[in-house]
């Protein structure tokens, strides 16, 4: 059985249907790519899977075999099931250990106090946010130490499913290869990955199935090496 499984979704804005009957599977432990030009419905899929801020208009989300759709963000996530947000998202005046806290305490993982601050300091160890820097507050950070900060507080909640949304947008070369290294280390630790990039290539060195959107549709799912090769694909991403 698939770990998570979207049946169906739909969703709409007025007259703009931002995702038009969406179905895909992710197995547990695999690292599973979406793709799309911008306005494709990619972040629109995330939030509809994870509740924040809203869930689908119809069809079916299921975690582990457990529906969830219509679940609320909080609820969602105690069930294993945490997210990265397109644009670094972190409690700017709170500081970097107590980012980390957040996740470790509201996570879905049943833990002592004690525990909670172990979780929340392994995952900034395992993102490289080194222990000197635990108490400057979150917005002193760079914009990829903030990114960084942002991947801890999801992997301190201890996921079994971590869905991130374009993590590389906005950084420079070699902190998109320090990107994939982060990635793989925490793939490593057993969780499963659903990974939305525009860039194309990031997906290809990562994942093991690739979905590319177009318009709110499905326009090719399977082997990523398959999937590029596609002219609709090709076409969406050249825009000819
Ligand atoms: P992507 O992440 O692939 O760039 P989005 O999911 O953000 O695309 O957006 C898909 C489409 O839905 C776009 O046309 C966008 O303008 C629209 N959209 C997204 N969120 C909202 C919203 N909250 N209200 C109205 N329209 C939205
Ligand atoms: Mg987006």
Avoid: W
């Avoid at 005046?93 to 525990?115: C, D, H, S, W």
């Avoid at 160890?125 to 801890?152: H, N, P, Q, W």
């Avoid at 399977?222 to 825009?239: F, M, N, Q, W």
């Amino acid at each position: 059985m698939a770990l998570l499984d979207v049946r169906n979704v739909g969703k709409a804005f007025g007259s703009l249907k931002a995702l038009d009957d969406v179905s895909f599977s992710v197995n547990a432990g695999e690292i599973f790519g979406i793709a799309g030009p911008n306005g494709s419905g990619k972040s629109t899929l995330f939030n509809t899977i994870t509740g924040i801020p809203f869930g689908p208009d119809r069809g079916k989300v299921l975690l582990d075999g457990a529906e969830i759709q219509g679940k609320s963000g909080n609820d969602i996530a105690r069930m294993g099931l945490a997210r990265t947000f397109q644009r670094e998202t972190s409690f700017d005046k709170l500081t970097v250990f107590e980012n980390a806290m957040i996740g470790a305490t509201y996570g879905g993982r049943q833990a002592t106090p004690t525990a909670q601050r172990d979780n929340a300091a392994e995952a900034l160890d395992v993102v490289g946010i080194a222990a000197k820097d635990f108490g400057r507050l979150a917005e002193e950070l760079s914009v990829f130490d903030r990114k960084c900060l942002m991947l801890a507080t999801a992997v301190a909640m201890g996921p079994r499913i971590l869905l991130l949304d374009e993590p590389a947008s906005g950084l420079t070369k070699p902190e998109i290869e320090t990107s994939i290294g982060l990635i793989r280390k925490i793939a490593a630790r057993g969780i499963t990955i659903v990974l939305i990039e525009h860039v194309l290539t990031f997906l290809m060195t990562l994942s093991q199935h690739l979905l590319v959107l177009n318009q709110g549709q499905m326009l090719a799912m399977g082997d990523p090496k398959t999937v590029i090769s596609d002219p609709r694909v090709v076409e969406a991403y050249l825009g000819t």
